[in-house]
């Protein structure tokens, strides 16, 4: 199995940021995902095998980045210009199945995270 493990979550004031890491057991397209208390789960953004393309919500467009350190596995996401809005558990999930991102469909992942809370006061 393919383990997961988040870490970076916690509370921010709007307008701040917050970089959320997810460590992983090999190198897989990785995709961030969010869901809010009565929300069904949504994608955020996305990156390749190799790390050279991305993909993203149109609602972080400008303020998420998302970056990979093949040394060690790591995916990260780094989160400016927080919203009241972004509160939600964030998931890192892994598409084992894919080179380059092909889906925002949270069910064409194979495997998931435990879940960072990101909470933005105000």
């Known amino acids: 199995q393919v383990q997961l493990v988040e870490s970076g979550g916690g509370l921010v004031q709007a307008g701040g940021s917050l970089r959320l890491s997810c460590a992983a057991s090999?190198?897989?397209?990785m995709g961030w995902f969010r869901q809010a208390p009565g929300k069904e789960r949504e994608f955020v953004i996305a990156i390749s095998r190799s790390g050279g393309s991305t993909r993203y919500a149109e609602s972080v467009k400008g303020r998420f980045t998302i970056s990979r350190d093949n040394a060690n596995n790591t995916v990260y996401l780094q989160m400016n210009s927080l919203k009241s809005e972004d509160t939600a558990v964030y998931y890192c999930?892994?598409?084992?199945?894919?080179?380059?991102?092909?889906?925002?469909?949270?069910?064409?992942?194979?495997?998931w995270g435990q879940g960072t809370q990101v909470t933005v006061s105000s």
């Open positions: 090999a190198r897989y397209v």
């Open positions: 999930a892994a598409d084992v199945h894919a080179i380059v991102v092909r889906s925002t469909t949270p069910s064409d992942y194979d495997y």
